[in-house]
């Protein structure tokens, strides 16, 4: 194996910590109470995935819609300034990569701009050995080829060589099974036939390097 392909989102940090972010930056700046939207973190993960546009969502479930702070909740979408802590055991995996020789890609679905600022505020070393790239500034979100293709381009390598890294089979992993690949999930949120499963990054660190 010559290279890691990681997603971002929920794989290397829980993505509901850059919300939580976002929305204590807003409550503070509009002197609301960060537990009027404490309900989004109940159950975080399933809210992101089925509300279209959570920053709407949120505002009118907690009766503080109006456009001023839908817009003010996207540009701190966008740019917050903010550390993310990755989950355990990704640096230990990201520092035998590199000292393997390892290629390292991170590839990740959504905004462009949103998406740069999570890998820019996650707290991790090394980072400037790895190559990040937001999949539609590379054509389309996964699992669409036209970006994982042209990040094996990008990264110097090739599907055959790579084990693909993520916690959602078919965008994360399945490109990858179909041209030869490797894969593994971890933290899944949707699992897949013939890919193992780890709980946590030890436990994968340990298989990786069998
Ligand atoms: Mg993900």
Redesign the pocket.
């Known amino acids: 194996m010559r290279a890691l392909l990681f997603?971002?989102?929920?794989?290397l940090y829980p993505?509901a910590n850059y919300f939580r972010a976002i929305f204590s930056q807003f409550s503070q700046n509009e002197g609301l109470d960060f537990e009027r939207f404490a309900f989004l973190f109940n159950d975080f993960d399933h809210i992101r995935f089925t509300q279209r546009d959570i920053f709407r969502y949120a505002l009118n479930q907690a009766g503080e819609f109006s456009e001023t702070r839908h817009q003010a909740l996207f540009e701190l979408f966008v740019g917050i300034k903010c550390e993310l802590k990755s989950y355990d055991g990704v640096q230990e995996l990201i520092d035998w990569a590199l000292a393997e020789n390892v290629r390292i890609g991170v590839l990740?679905?959504g905004h462009i701009e949103a998406q740069s600022n999570k890998w820019n505020g996650l707290a991790l070393s090394g980072k400037e050995h790895i190559h990040f790239a937001p999949a539609r500034l590379l054509g389309a979100d996964k699992p669409s080829s036209l970006s994982f293709e042209e990040m094996m381009i990008q990264m110097g390598c090739r599907a055959e060589e790579t084990l693909f890294i993520?916690?959602?089979f078919t965008?994360?992993i399945e490109w990858g099974l179909n041209q030869g690949g490797k894969g593994a999930l971890v933290n899944a949120?949707e699992k897949g036939e013939g890919v193992p499963s780890f709980e946590s990054f030890e436990p994968l660190l340990d298989w990786v390097k069998r």
């Not at 997603?7 to 794989?11: C, E, K, P, Q, V």
């Open positions: 997603d971002l989102d929920n794989t993505e990740t679905n993520g916690d959602r965008n994360d949120h």
